[in-house]
């Protein structure tokens, strides 16, 4: 059976990494990609052609939202070193509004949508570096990774490391000591070249974090 699968990203984003021999690669040629890999699912697109929210309602931007991100079972935010503009509020950039429609539950015609499985897919910058966000053994001693969540939009930073309950591996050589152990975050980030190599276990990854949503402290609203 096909999922339905939202990808919210950063279309015009050129600070990734170049595929092949195209020196103008943007985050946008990223999903393409995903669009070949996933064919058998139904992927809806985030992409909004540049077009600037700060003139519309709440309401008219949860309309434009509503047919593509409703019926939809899991969410891919593409992580992208440029995805923020930094000098424009959150509240005017589709992203935060996309990630926070995905995990609202929302009725139509007396049915409601649940909260989306979302997975954080991390796109490699002009470099070919992930540094910007996720650091590889961090920690000699326990090989831990470190993530730069406040790189994030906000609405990103407040679902990550928000596991009610969480367990710790207790570190004395990483600097604040105590370091999360098992799956932390209600939103799993994940480098690109391992998703693209095993998509179907990160996906799963994605699915069983979200069949024990009530274990996580979910920030709904992006403001």
Known sequence: MSRKIF???????????????????????????????????????????????ADFEDTTIESKLRDKIYDSSLTIVLISKGMKEVFIPEKDQWMPWEISYSLKEHARNGITSKTN???????????????????????????????????LFKILRDNMFNIKN????????????????????????????????????YLKIAYDIHSSVYNYNITKMHK
């Open 7 to 53: 990808v919210t990203y950063k279309y015009s984003d050129s600070r990734v990494a170049a595929l092949g021999n195209n020196f103008n690669t943007t985050a946008r040629d990223f999903v393409n990609i995903l669009e070949e890999k996933l064919s058998l699912d139904h992927i809806y697109k985030g992409e909004q052609d540049g077009q600037s929210l």
């Open 117 to 151: 499985a979302v997975l954080a897919v991390v796109v490699p910058d002009e470099n070919g570096s992930y540094d910007y966000y996720i650091t590889e053994n961090s920690c000699a001693k326990c090989n831990c990774r470190t993530l730069n969540t406040p790189f």
């Open 166 to 201: 969480p367990v710790y591996n207790d570190c004395t050589n990483h600097a604040i000591n105590r370091v999360y152990t098992g799956y932390s975050s209600y939103i799993y980030s994940v480098k690109w070249n391992d998703f693209i190599g095993n998509i179907e276990k």
